[in-house]
């Protein structure tokens, strides 16, 4: 089985082909695809972990869709002097399949 650790959106996913991943907001190309930047690749009992092959490995990803994600509340709060602040925030959010790893 073939898989790849990859960065995406400031965190790591562990991905393989099929894997679809939420990430922060990508611009999308043109096409629709995008590349992901490979950390780690496992094809069976070979482990790759050094960056110049790293470096020619490719994870090719479709974007499917962009969405926010869920509302949360950030809420302030002094007691005894009247201070409060209310305010909200949704993330921009994109969904990607990965399509290949080679």
Do not use: C, F
């Amino acid at each position: 089985m073939v898989y790849a650790v990859v960065r995406a959106g400031g965190r790591q996913e562990k991905v393989s082909v099929g894997t679809i991943v939420t990430l922060d907001r990508v611009n999308n190309a043109t096409d629709g695809k995008i590349q992901l930047a490979a950390l780690l690749l496992v094809d069976g009992d070979k482990v790759v972990t050094d960056a110049a092959a790293l470096a020619k490995v490719k994870v090719t990803a479709e974007v499917l869709n962009d969405l926010r994600g869920p509302k949360i509340v950030i809420q302030k709060y002094k007691n005894k002097t009247g201070y409060k602040k209310r305010q909200g925030h949704r993330q921009d959010l994109t969904r990607v399949q990965v399509t290949e790893i080679k």
